[in-house]
């Protein structure tokens, strides 16, 4: 991926005064700020971590009257493990927060973009010359979302067309609808191309305009309301904004950058993963989670786990015990929890100690004739069920 940067965009601002910016642009504009947020979904709910500013608000935005009102916008914090494997490149983290707003049945979807246009360039001082949108093209079902690109063309912002990249769903099932994309231009070059043609377009806005309802033999019916669902990372745009080279050279990574190199010599990638999964495991136990060998308990134990694989495969004494207390502090503090440091260093390192365990148990499991040649998909499982060796483990275990 080309990682330079255009430099003509980058603010002062810092990560909470630009998510100050944007809830109070909004709330000028109507909106009320929904206070709260937690990786923790409702009880009942089978999603394991809060994923985006909406999930919390599916009943509303199926019908049922929210207690502030029908515009909202909010700051949420959500937590993806379908990006563990991408963490390491520009723009993904695992725990993250996200800017968001909606409207319940209120305006439509090209107010929410001339609002979106408005705060990019005015309020956080984009050249609207660096920014591009996408729009849905239509399909066999529905048109083309003629009004999104009426809007755009209004502003002289150039548009690309596309189908499956421009139809947004939470699922096989349940709300959806067309969305339009705002991206900016990274490059250090006059901006060229299109979004889907150069991966110097970064998205930095997605706009939802969710107005069906797809059901279980994939059919589309109404729903009771039309809504608009929006949401940007802050994180992302605040490195964009900052015109830094990736989410973990913005404000909020600043201490992780100052103090993690000083303990261990890392790659940029490795330094990026430890920073992204010791962060999030940190907010993770914020949030009341505690490692385990199922559900939340398990991706935590992951998250931890990533971490000391990284650590280890250089120098076997590395040790969570070296974390600075700043650094725990600083992480709670920045996703607003109340958990005291010393709880939070107590579940890593007892984390630690159970992993180490697990390492002797797995080499020398491994270190059985049974094991010493290419392990078939039976071997997994039985590592698995019998020793408690998951696969990932017995790959770090035998690198070959």
């Given amino acids: 991926m ?13 990560t909470d005064q630009i998510a100050r910016t944007f809830v109070e642009y909004f709330e000028e504009r109507g909106h009320r700020r929904i206070s709260g947020s937690t990786l923790l979904p409702t009880p009942g709910d089978p999603v394991l971590f809060t994923t985006s500013g909406m999930h919390p608000l599916i009943p509303y935005l199926q019908g049922r009257p929210h207690p502030l009102g029908n515009r909202l916008v909010n700051v949420q914090r959500c937590l993806r493990t379908t990006d563990l494997d991408e963490v390491g490149d520009r723009t993904h983290l695992t725990v993250f927060e996200m800017l968001g707003t909606w409207s319940l049945g209120d305006y439509e979807g090209p107010v929410s973009l001339d609002w979106g246009y408005g705060l990019l360039t005015e309020g956080f001082g984009i050249d609207p010359g660096l920014l591009h949108a996408t729009v849905f093209g239509g399909d066999d079902r529905t048109g083309p979302d003629t009004a999104s690109l009426e809007l755009w063309q209004s502003h002289g912002v150039p548009v690309e067309l596309t189908v499956e990249d421009n139809w947004w769903s939470n699922g ?17 070059t006059p901006p060229e191309s ?26 589309l019916v109404p729903l009771p309301q039309r809504n608009v669902d929006t949401g940007l990372g802050l ?18 990574f600043d201490p992780w950058r100052t103090l993690v190199p000083a303990l261990w010599q890392l790659d940029e990638p490795s330094l990026r993963l430890v920073c992204d999964h010791l962060r999030s495991a940190v907010v993770v136990i914020g ?34 015990g070296d974390l600075p207390d700043e650094l725990v502090r600083h992480t709670l503090d920045r996703f607003r929890q109340e958990e005291e440091p010393e709880v939070v260093r107590r579940v890593l390192l007892d984390e630690e100690r159970g992993f180490g365990r697990l390492l002797e148990r797995g080499r020398n499991v491994l270190a059985r004739r049974r094991f010493q040649g ?18 990932d483990l017995v790959l770090s275990l035998r690198p070959e």
């Fill in 2 to 14: 080309n990682t330079d940067v255009n430099t003509d965009v980058n603010t002062d601002m810092t």
């Fill in 235 to 252: 994180e992302r745009l605040a490195s964009l904004l900052q015109g830094r080279r990736s989410v973990f050279e913005c404000d909020v």
């Fill in 374 to 391: 290419p392990l078939s998909e039976e071997d997994f499982h039985y590592l698995h069920d019998t020793h408690g060796l998951p696969r």
């Fill in 172 to 188: 096989p099932t349940g709300p959806c609808g067309p969305d339009s994309e705002i991206f900016l231009w990274t490059g250090d």
């Fill in 287 to 320: 949030d009341g989670v505690r490692p385990g060998n199922t559900g939340r308990g398990y991706v935590l134990r992951r998250l931890i786990r990533r971490v000391l694989t990284v650590l280890r495969r250089d120098d076997p004494w590395r040790g969570l």
């Fill in 194 to 219: 299109t979004p889907t043609g150069d991966d110097r377009w970064v998205e930095v806005w997605n706009h939802v305009m969710m107005r069906h309802l797809r059901l279980a033999d994939g059919s």
